[in-house]
Nanobody
Framework: QVQLVESGGGLAQTGGSLTLSCAAS????????SGWYRQSPGKQRELVAT???????QYADSVKGRFTITRDNAKDTVDLYMYNLKPDDTGIYFC??????????WGQGIQVTVAS
């Protein structure tokens, strides 16, 4: 069983920034995709950003140009840098990792609240 532990959430003001970090108990280098999803109040969980083993990144249209995802294979972390935050960014953010052999795992989620 792989553990994914998120940190860095909290409260930010509109226009502010936060950085989320996901620490994996297994080597991130063994994943073909890892990333972040979020679930906003009254909405389904949606993709925010992913990064492939190749380094290719994908972003939701709503966060392009504001969020940046990175991965550090040496530290087994996947980070999400969030800038120019908006109230619509409020939600629970989940780390996700899809391993070649071990399967897909989720973190427990971390709250991000953006005040208007």
């Amino acid at each position: 069983q792989v553990q994914l532990v998120e940190s860095g959430g909290g409260l930010a003001q509109t226009g502010g920034s936060l950085t989320l970090s996901c620490a994996a108990s297994e080597s991130i280098g063994k994943t073909y995709f890892s990333g972040w999803y979020r679930q906003s109040p009254g909405k389904q969980r949606e993709l925010v950003a992913t990064i492939a083993s190749s380094g290719h990144t994908q972003y939701a249209d709503s966060v392009k140009g504001r969020f940046t995802i990175t991965r550090d294979n040496a530290k087994d972390t996947v980070d999400l840098y969030m800038y120019n935050l908006k109230p619509d960014d409020t939600g629970i953010y989940f780390c996700n990792a899809q391993f070649y052999v071990l399967g897909t795992f989720w973190g427990q989620g971390i709250q991000v609240t953006v005040a208007s």
